[in-house]
């Protein structure tokens, strides 16, 4: 077995994950390689999810019945959970969505409906970047279709990073609101945050960091962003589907108007007219995700346990490994940063001629499950000129084992279509 | 699921590049990012020419080449008949065993079988075939309506 330096005993980590003994395709032991679209869940969250049903299901924040005291306590404790995760200065910071694609609407939504100086309208300009996921470029086009405003990006260098040669021209006295991702999910890159929020901060812009394929795999500090939102979802960080978190400044969230209307946001309704609930309930309409709000915090508890800079440092470690593994296989070809500097553990590529949905379908046959398509990034795949790519992605289960099992199943990829 | 002759297609492919037409159309599959460009030619309510352009899986380019060889030089009638029996195949999760009869009408389409076990691959291999009927229906406006009315 390949030691690497800084690796996690994955041996004890993989016993807190059922799913990872699964074989598929007849007897094939699954190698899972796409965290980065979602990961699996450790025994602990299920355990909550099923501990959560069985014993305290109730809806929250109504009712003075045990059950639904006990439930509210438990919603309102995954709140906390997270606010410490990202070190948020007040638990009242954080809201809870379904995903960060809903996280991210809903900024361009209080953008949108905003008064001064907050609004976004026509004479604005709206920046993100090239390298976006497609849930942070739509709610932007369909924010500046809706208000007349401009929106701008930044483009991509060669090797795969943002090209900032332009920061002043593309962020100006104009920009309202900046954008952009953290780390992306296609490229694995990881942005250099300071020099961007500090050219917005300098022409009074605000500042959205799409998190979503950070929070599972670093430590996030908001505060040390400084940003004004933080956008990440759950179920890519061992947490269930349905869960999401938008953290805001409070004073922003004070000032911003609501966008989804209904139960639980109000404070006094009347035929006329209605007045809201303070943040994070003004932007919460409805019955929330409750059991999967806990299934959130366990999630961090789980991640907690094992220390997020552990999970970094593991992940490096097996990056670096896998982009030098990768690079032994004949025309394969990295696309995003060649090395593991600034960089996550997704990494994409394509291999010779052949399709990437060839390329997964072989590889699933194997039992090694990837990611092929152009990862809800169409602009990357188009300013690489490539159809899509193959991409590998892992997390704090992942070996070099699986590593090398990839780079076996690439090379019977090669012989098949050869 | 990568049969032979599915391989084969997609290394020599039938037919493939732009050439003069009478309706071209240009369809996607958003999932995956496959394209497609397809041009028919008719003489009558016969297929003079099926060309096409595109990038793709194996399987999609496969399935174009495929078109290709059974389409060209058939009487529209006919065509949508194995048009019809290939989205019967693709459709059927895996479930049609093609028997002697459907064999005689896909010819080496019937190889795709084994793709319809594959939702996410099944679009893959239909692409061609729904540019080719939606660029049939432009080419041949009322005559194509017609003809299909008389076959459905």
Same mark, same amino acid.
């Given at each position: 077995m390949t030691e690497l330096p800084g690796l996690l005993d994955t041996e004890a980590i993989r016993k807190d994950f059922p799913i990872l003994d699964r074989q598929v395709h007849d007897g094939r032991k699954l190698v899972y390689l796409d965290n980065a679209a979602t990961s699996q869940k450790p025994r602990q969250v299920l355990d909550a999810l099923s501990e959560y049903y069985e014993r305290y299901n109730a809806n929250v924040h109504r009712g003075v019945h045990v059950l639904a005291e006990e439930a509210t306590a438990l919603y309102e404790g995954a709140r906390d959970k997270v606010a410490d995760f990202i070190n948020a200065p007040s638990r009242d910071e954080v809201i809870f969505t379904k995903n960060a694609s809903e996280s991210l609407n809903l900024v361009a939504n209080m953008l949108g409906w905003a008064d001064e100086p907050y609004r976004v309208d026509h004479e604005t300009e709206i920046v993100i970047t090239e390298m976006e996921h497609h849930s942070n470029i739509v709610p932007w086009q369909l924010l500046a279709q809706r208000t007349g405003a401009k929106l701008k990006w930044f483009g991509l260098t @060669? @090797?795969?990073? +943002? @090209? +900032?040669?332009n920061l002043d021209e593309i962020i100006t006295e104009k920009t309202k609101i900046v954008s952009f991702v953290l780390v992306s999910n296609i490229l694995g890159t990881v942005n250099p945050v300071e020099a961007i929020v500090r050219r917005a901060q300098e022409v009074g812009a605000l500042v959205c960091v799409d998190a979503s394929q950070a929070a599972p795999h670093m430590p996030l500090d908001v505060q040390a962003l400084g940003a004004d939102f933080v956008a990440f979802t759950g179920h890519k960080m061992c947490g269930p589907t349905g869960i999401g978190v938008l953290w805001g400044r409070q004073e922003l969230l004070e000032d911003l108007p609501p966008f989804l209307g209904g139960g639980e946001m109000i404070e006094t309704v009347s035929m006329h007219s209605s007045t809201y609930a303070p943040a994070p309930h003004k932007f919460e309409a409805g019955t929330p995700p409750i059991a999967q709000a806990v299934g959130l915090g366990a999630a961090i508890d789980y991640l907690d346990s094992i220390g997020m800079d552990k999970i970094l440092a593991h992940e490096h470690a097996l990056t670096e490994y896998a982009v030098k593994r990768l690079g032994e296989v004949p025309d394969l070809r990295i696309i995003g940063p060649s090395t593991a500097e600034d960089r996550g553990a997704a990494i994409s590529f394509t291999l010779g001629d052949i399709h990437p949905h060839d390329v997964g379908q072989v590889l699933d046959e194997q039992g090694i499950a990837v990611r092929v398509g152009h990862h809800c990034a169409r602009p990357v795949c188009l300013r690489y000129g490539i159809p899509a790519t193959t991409r590998a992605s892992f997390y704090l289960y992942s070996t070099p084992g699986e590593i090398d099992a990839l780079v076996e199943g690439l090379e019977h990829v090669r012989n098949f279509f050869g | 699921m990568y049969q032979e002759v599915i391989l084969d297609h997609y290394k020599n492919p039938h037919g493939r590049g732009l050439r003069d037409g009478d309706a071209e159309v240009h369809h996607v599959n958003p999932t995956c990012g496959d394209e497609i460009t397809l041009r028919v030619r008719y003489d009558g309510t016969t297929i003079a020419d099926v060309s096409y352009e595109g990038q793709g899986c194996s399987i999609s380019q496969a399935s174009a080449s495929v078109l290709n060889e059974l389409l060209v030089g058939k009487d529209l009638p006919e065509a949508q008949k194995i048009q019809e029996t290939f989205l019967e195949l693709m459709q059927s999760k895996g479930r049609i065993e093609p028997d002697d009869a459907m064999e005689e009408v896909l010819e080496d389409a019937v190889a795709f079988a084994g793709v319809s076990k594959y939702p996410a691959r099944v679009k893959c291999a239909l692409l061609s075939w729904m540019a080719w009927k939606d660029a049939t229906a432009q080419a041949l406006g009322e005559a194509g309506a017609d003809a299909e009315r008389k076959t459905a």
């Open positions: @060669d @090797d795969g990073r +943002l @090209d +900032l040669s | -």
